[in-house]
């Protein structure tokens, strides 16, 4: 695949190996892990919409600014569970099998059942062990991490994020077009601040790749 984030395949996590997978179709179907041999049936992408948390028509912009500035000094530690796994605000490189493990059991969970805690720890361990594999230059698992968990999350706060971290990396591997298709289900009048924040870096990350400066500073 020589575009790790082309909007036009599935990208999976294997669940026995947790490997990338891919399925040539966006309707999915059977796929066979390339490296342990396990079998998948894999299903149709989803991309819904990311619900707003208050309605988008109800709120001005002016009211929806000032409701964004007043979330500026809060802080969102991440889980207690993730705590141990970490070094530095990263997962330390001797934890990180053990952080997939947790990732694959917390994916599971959430696949039996809605679960506060188990979309936490998964929205938190994507978003590390993410940063962990692009700086390793695998872009594909962080792909497959990043698909994978927008099967089983349903929190917009955690939506809305992956979405745009797909568009994000999309547009910095050059492929605009897959950027824009990521970013098309994202709440483009969040009221919460994380919302709002992840959506304008991949709205600016990619008028930068289009060279579009005054984009840029207009959307920051």
């Not at 892990?33 to 299903?43: D, W």
């Not at 089983?152 to 994000?168: E, I, K, N, S």
């Not at 994202?186 to 009221?191: D, Y």
């Amino acid at each position: 695949m020589s575009n790790a984030f082309d909007f036009d395949t599935r990208v999976l996590t294997c669940k026995n190996c947790a490997a990338p997978i891919q399925a040539e179709s966006l309707s999915g179907g059977a796929v066979t892990c390339s490296y342990c041999g396990a079998a998948h049936e894999v299903v149709s992408r989803k991309l819904d919409p990311v619900a707003p948390l208050t309605e988008s028509a109800e709120v001005d912009e002016a009211q929806r600014l000032a409701m964004l500035r007043t979330q500026d000094e809060e802080v969102i530690d991440a889980p207690d569970a993730i705590q141990p796994l970490l070094h530095n605000y990263q997962i330390a490189p001797w934890k990180i099998e053990e952080a997939v493990a947790l990732w694959q059991s917390s994916r599971a969970q959430l696949e039996q059942r809605d679960d506060y805690q188990a979309a936490e720890i998964l929205y938190n361990l994507t978003m590390l062990l993410s940063n962990h594999y692009l700086t390793q230059d695998d872009s594909l698992r962080a792909r497959a991490l990043n698909e994978s968990v927008l099967d089983v999350l349903t929190l917009p706060r955690h939506l809305q994020a992956v979405y745009c971290w797909l568009a994000r990396n999309a547009a910095r591997n050059g492929d605009l077009e897959a950027a824009e298709h990521w970013l098309a289900p994202c709440n483009r009048r969040a009221t919460d601040l994380e919302m709002d924040s992840t959506y304008r870096m991949a709205r600016a990350t990619i008028a930068t790749a289009r060279g579009d400066y005054r984009a840029v500073l207009d959307i920051l």
